[in-house]
């Protein structure tokens, strides 16, 4: 189903299955024999959603006799590792510059609150939808887990005015802040976008930090080639029991580059490609010629000067 302005979804459904799929992928990775991550709620996590393909690809028992469907639950594991291991490394070192204030954007089924070592006076805020807030935190609490600093939520579309729910809940927009928008702007309209980077940059006291994976904007001549690679990655997990149209759920076209936006709203900007954090990780790279590849993590440092 397109995307509109006002569509709803769940965590089974929509940009929300995403969510279960990324928490997934988290779970397979974490059963590595050489993981780079661990998160030990995430498959709990993901059975409780009940979707059968996500729950098997989480507990390592999914068959796919499809080679390139099987590719793309590697890659989609290997690609979730670093990614989770680049925000996870991200958060530990904003905490240990000592800023005490987190903000997880569109946290979905995150777990960073109930997993991370936090160091003492940790407030970490999560924005999402109010079912998807109330789903984690009641079958969080059923598995006996506890967060592991002074976890706020914000029961809130990020459509919607996010950034006063969020003062409402506590936060000190005088305080430097650790942000990220992990798997996030592909699901945002162009003006969306920078009105997110807008708000955080608002919200920011000198000192803070924001984390984001995000890719160049793709050339107009490119994008029916794009769609249509998703499509085909879409069919071939179809075929296995997963129906998700990826291409209908992004937004792709001409927006304002993720770096250089910042960049020009005081903020300084560091890049780490997402071949880069692959290789790092002894873990396969996407091709010259595959969407994926040109993925990169953007860490930045607000500067107060806009």
Not at 186 to 202: S, W
Request: hydrophobic residues 40%; negative net charge.
């Amino acid at each position: 189903m397109t995307r509109t302005d006002n569509d709803t979804w769940d965590l089974a459904s929509s940009v929300g299955a995403t969510a279960t799929l990324v928490a997934a992928a988290r779970a397979a990775a974490s059963r590595e024999d050489e993981p780079l991550i661990d998160d030990p709620f995430a498959e709990p996590l993901v059975r409780a959603v009940g979707v059968d393909f996500f729950t098997k690809m989480a507990s390592g028992d999914l068959a796919i006799a499809d080679d390139e469907a099987a590719m793309g639950v590697t890659r989609m594991t290997d690609n979730m590792a670093v990614r989770t291991k680049f925000f996870d490394e991200f958060f530990l070192a904003a905490a240990e510059a000592g800023v005490r204030q987190v903000v997880i954007l569109a946290s979905g089924l995150d777990s960073r609150a109930y997993r991370l070592d936090w160091p003492a006076g940790m407030v970490v805020y999560e924005i999402d939808q109010p079912e998807v807030i109330a789903f984690k935190t009641q079958t969080l609490a059923e598995q006996g887990a506890s967060p592991t600093c002074d976890r706020r939520t914000v029961a809130m579309d990020l459509r919607n005015d996010w950034a006063t729910a969020l003062r409402e809940a506590g936060f000190d927009p005088q305080a430097p802040t650790a942000w990220s928008a992990e798997g996030l702007l592909g699901y945002l309209p162009p003006e969306a976008q920078d009105r997110l980077l807008d708000t955080i940059t608002d919200l920011s006291a000198p000192g803070s930090r924001v984390a984001i994976d995000t890719a160049p904007p793709s050339n107009p001549d490119e994008q029916e080639e794009s769609r249509e690679k998703m499509e085909s990655i879409s069919q071939h997990w179809r075929d296995n029991g997963f129906d998700l149209d990826f291409g209908s759920l992004v937004y792709l076209g001409e927006r304002n580059e993720a770096s250089d936006y910042l960049e020009g709203h005081g903020w300084k900007t560091d890049r780490a490609a997402v071949n880069d954090l692959l290789a790092a990780g002894r873990r396969g790279t996407f091709g010259e010629h595959e969407p994926m590849g040109k993925l990169y993590y953007l860490s930045a440092v607000y500067g107060g000067d806009r």
